[in-house]
Nanobody, 130 residues
Framework: QVQWVESGGASVQAGGSLTLSCSAP?????????????LGWFRQAPGKEREGVAA???????HYSDSVKGRFTVSKDNAKNGLTLQMAGLKPEDTAKYYC???????????????????GGQGTQVTVSS
């Protein structure tokens, strides 16, 4: 279990923007960096499975789900032991609770994996109204 702390979620109108942040305890984040983990975001909408959204690997390579490509940008914030997710052009279908995660595989694998059973933070709620 990773004690991620996600923040920045809010209720916005369609077309709006948000920036989400998450952080992990320093010793955990340092281990992620040392062990070349891929870090990123996944989300869960009501009644739906969790889905990968965006990921960044140890070399800075990123991968996005088709649904958010071109609208979301993931980046690491080493000073804060975490990640950010810049979200623009938000759509009602982006409504979900957003979580941070870590995986030893590629950024693409991060986005494509199933996140069932991953135990991390409490997430941050994003609600987009039309």
């Amino acid at each position: 279990q990773v004690q991620w702390v996600e923040s920045g979620g809010a209720s916005v109108q369609a077309g709006g923007s948000l920036t989400l942040s998450c952080s992990a305890p320093e010793y955990i984040y340092a281990n992620f960096i040392r062990e070349d983990y891929t870090l990123g975001w996944f989300r869960q909408a009501p009644g739906k499975e969790r889905e990968g959204v965006a990921a960044i690997d140890s070399d800075g390579n990123t991968h996005y789900s088709d649904s958010v490509k071109g609208r979301f940008t993931v980046s690491k914030d080493n000073a804060k032991n975490g990640l950010t997710l810049q979200m623009a052009g938000l759509k009602p279908e982006d409504t979900a609770k957003y979580y941070c995660g870590a995986d030893r595989r590629s950024a693409r694998a991060f986005v494509e994996r199933l996140w069932r059973g991953y135990s991390g933070g409490q997430g941050t709620q994003v609600t987009v109204s039309s």
